[in-house]
Each structure stands twice: as C-alpha cells, then as structure tokens.
C-alpha cells in the first residue's frame, strides 16, 4: 500500500521559509514522480511542483519559480519542497501525490496522480 505523509506545515511571516517533507512507503522510489499541490480556500487544487525521482527533473509552476526548491533524499524515500520569500497568497493546504513516473505526463494536473498525503496548512502572515 502506497502511503504519502506530509510534515513542515506552519505559520510564517511573509518573507520568511519553510520546508514541507513528503515521506513515501510502499513504492520503489526510483519508479515514481511525487508532485506538491496546494488548495487555498475557494479555489482549485493547484499544481506547484514535481519531481521525478529517477533523474531530478523537475516541474514548477510560474508563481513558485525562483522561490520554492524541489528535492530527493532517495535513501530516505522523502521529496522536499523549500519554500523561500514566502507571501500571504502561498497560504493554502499543500499536498504531496504520487504516480508511477511514466504515467505523469502533466505534472500540473492532480489527475495524473493516484496516491496522495494527507495535507499539511501553510499560512503566511502579511
């Protein structure tokens, strides 16, 4: 049974950082891609992040560019995602899914990932 636990959720002040883990059982890590969504209140799920832990390569959305990293500690099977100059409108629910990496062709779309955590709040204060 695949299972996704997020952890590093917190409350920050704009400008300020966090760094949110996602840890991975149940999976030969190498096979997969683990993406970070977020949902803020009253919107949709958004895309913000995805790697694909068998070569690095990496997806980000334009509003997280320059901002937010994306990395593999595969010993450890966990996917970070180091959140810099954090702003209020990157308050949201994030959410770290997994998929085999072959079956994610849009690291965007929640609709390409089958596994997903569990969410962890991120409230950035202005």
């Known amino acids: 049974e695949v299972q996704l636990v997020e952890s590093g959720g917190g409350l920050v002040q704009a400008g300020g950082s966090l760094r949110l883990s996602c840890a991975a059982s149940?999976?030969?890590?190498?096979?997969?891609?683990i993406g970070w969504f977020r949902q803020a209140p009253g919107k949709e799920r958004e895309g913000v992040s995805c790697?694909?832990?068998?070569?690095?390569?990496?997806y980000y959305a334009d509003s997280v560019k320059g901002r937010f990293t994306i990395s593999t500690d595969n010993a450890k099977n966990t996917v970070y995602l180091q959140m810099n100059s954090l702003k209020p409108e990157d308050t949201a629910v994030y959410y770290c899914a997994g998929d085999l990496r072959w079956l994610v062709t849009r690291p965007y779309d929640s609709r390409d990932f089958g596994s997903w955590g569990q969410g962890t709040q991120v409230t950035v204060s202005s």
């Open positions: 790697i694909s832990s068998s070569d690095g390569s990496t």
């Open positions: 149940g999976v030969t890590f190498n096979d997969y891609a």
